[in-house]
């Protein structure tokens, strides 16, 4: 199965600063690469799908580059709000995949 | 507006079975797959399978196949989630999210179950 590695585990950054995210594929994914945000006690939300399109509501702020085996989720100035565990998900090949996860904190 | 909306939490002996279900409401059921990811206490996500709606196709995850089946029942728009033979590692919340609609275009969970919490405990 694809091995998804998030870095760094923990970012600690402030309101208004650039959050930038990475997720490492153990073998290419083309852009089949998904993000997601989990706030405590809440289900995932789906930010970027295919590696670099916003899903619906989701803030321009967002935003996802990457292809193959490399991917970045940006998140351009961070909102109160964005605090929160991210997630990248392969959809490349069965099994689906997550990454362990990144948790951004103030 | 989309919802999917799970049955209540359940506490299991280990050894017994889980039934999940997932009531979708706000689309057409038939349009969109269904997958089942669930999240140990303070762990990660982990993908348990997906199911065709439209013609009842399921794909599970190698670490759960042999105790899992996920079924739909159109007539009400829910689909299940049931697993057997439980132990205590199967404890966790189990979400429903909605999915592609056939296999090539699954991984795409767009909306997503309240959580089901199950725990598994002699």
């Known amino acids: 199965e694809i091995v998804l590695t998030q870095s760094p585990a923990t970012l600690s950054l402030s309101p208004g600063e650039r959050a930038t995210l990475s997720c490492r594929a153990s073998?290419?994914?083309?852009?089949?690469l998904v993000w997601y945000q989990q706030k405590p006690g809440q289900a995932p939300r789906l930010l970027i799908y295919d590696a670099s399109n916003r899903a619906t509501g989701i803030p321009a702020r967002f935003s996802g580059s990457g292809s193959g085996t490399d991917f970045t989720l940006t998140i351009s100035s961070l909102e109160p709000e964005d605090f929160a565990v991210y997630f990248c998900q392969q959809r490349s090949n069965w099994p689906i995949t997550f990454g362990q996860g990144t948790r951004l904190e103030i | 507006q989309v919802q999917l909306v799970q049955s209540g939490a359940e506490v299991k002996k280990p050894g017994a079975s889980v039934k999940v279900s997932c009531k979708a409401s706000g689309y057409t059921f038939p349009s969109y797959g269904i997958s089942w990811v669930r999240q140990a206490p303070g762990q990660g996500l982990e993908w348990m399978g997906w199911i065709s709606t439209y013609n009842g196709n399921a794909k599970y995850a190698q670490k759960v196949h042999g105790r899992i089946t996920m079924t739909t029942d159109t007539s009400t728009s829910t689909a299940y989630m049931e697993l057997r033979s439980l132990r205590s590692d199967d404890t966790a919340i189990y979400y429903c999210?909605?999915?592609?609609?056939?296999?090539?275009?699954?991984?795409?969970?767009?909306?997503w179950g309240q959580g089901t919490l199950v725990t598994v405990s002699s």
């Open positions: 073998q290419s994914v083309g852009s089949y």
């Open positions: 999210a909605r999915d592609g609609s056939d296999s090539a275009a699954a991984g795409n969970f767009d909306y």
